[in-house]
């Protein structure tokens, strides 16, 4: 069997300087968790046993943004999000589908696409029955989702970042520009950014830590890593650890409803 991890360590000269985080700082980034609660919840628990392990350090968790959508349970996912944040330090980005779900709520045309692209299950996850569901026009929706969807994970969503530079890291959900400065970015960009930054070849300011765009497995092309691993239809939810000069993987797998987790050190 192939390591899926194989690519990871490909480019990575050894007498070459390696990217690093600031020393005395620990981060584990997580991909695109997309409503898989499930994954997320065993993750968690993951790195926080992995923290106290691995010794002592100034520990952030970074989520790369689509919390939400297309999995069955996206209330329950920032629910221990926001558990999560009150018993350590975890800073969340934006994706696209956070500013499409917030969107929703004043903009019927937005709510439109949105249920189109995984919204659904969103709205699901906060408890509406699906027969009611069914047969709600697109404004008793939007008024419905007014009415169930709690303000504190309304608010949650709003306070969410576009951007984390970490020592020669920057974290972020779909990429940057590659023709713009790294603090000169446009939002539409670290959200929804697909081909121009995929297709860049050429040396960055920062190696770009993104999900976004799903890959079978986690992609290192030295300039960028990709870490979105499909969790809502692979099964697999994929964590970056970084310190010093090393990086090291933790993934949750869904193998037929058993889970467990791998690690590549």
């Known amino acids: 069997m192939l390591n899926p991890f194989a690519s990871i360590f490909r480019n990575r000269s050894k007498s070459a300087p390696q990217p690093s985080v600031p020393p005395g700082e620990r981060y584990y980034v997580i991909g695109d968790i997309h409503g898989r609660r499930d994954l997320f919840g065993k993750l968690i628990e993951a790195i926080d046993e992995d923290d106290r392990k691995a010794g002592v350090a100034a520990s952030t968790v970074v989520l790369l943004g689509d919390l939400v959508d ?145 890959f079978d497995e986690v992609v290192d092309h030295g300039n960028r890593i990709g870490i979105d691993t499909g969790a809502y239809r692979s099964g697999k939810l994929t964590a970056l650890v970084l310190e010093g000069d090393l990086r090291r993987y933790i993934q949750t797998v869904d193998n037929g409803g058993h889970l467990s987790i791998e690690k590549v050190d």
């Open 70 to 214: 297309r999995g069955p349970d996206s209330a329950g996912v920032i629910a221990d999000t926001i558990d999560w944040q009150d018993r350590r330090t975890v800073r969340c980005l934006a994706g696209n589908h956070e500013e499409m779900f917030l969107d929703s709520f004043t903009d019927t045309e937005v709510l439109r696409h949105f249920v189109k692209h995984g919204g659904r299950e969103t709205i699901l996850s906060y408890g509406i029955d699906r027969k009611r569901y069914n047969g709600l026009s697109l404004d008793e929706l939007q008024e419905t989702m007014n009415e169930i969807v709690p303000k504190e994970h309304r608010d949650f969503l709003e306070g969410f970042e576009e951007l984390i530079i970490a020592g020669d890291y920057a974290f972020v959900h779909a990429g940057i520009d590659p023709k713009r400065a790294i603090d000169e970015q446009k939002r539409k960009d670290l959200l929804w950014i697909r081909d121009r930054f995929l297709s860049h070849e050429g040396a960055l300011s920062h190696v770009v830590v993104h999900g976004h765009t799903i």
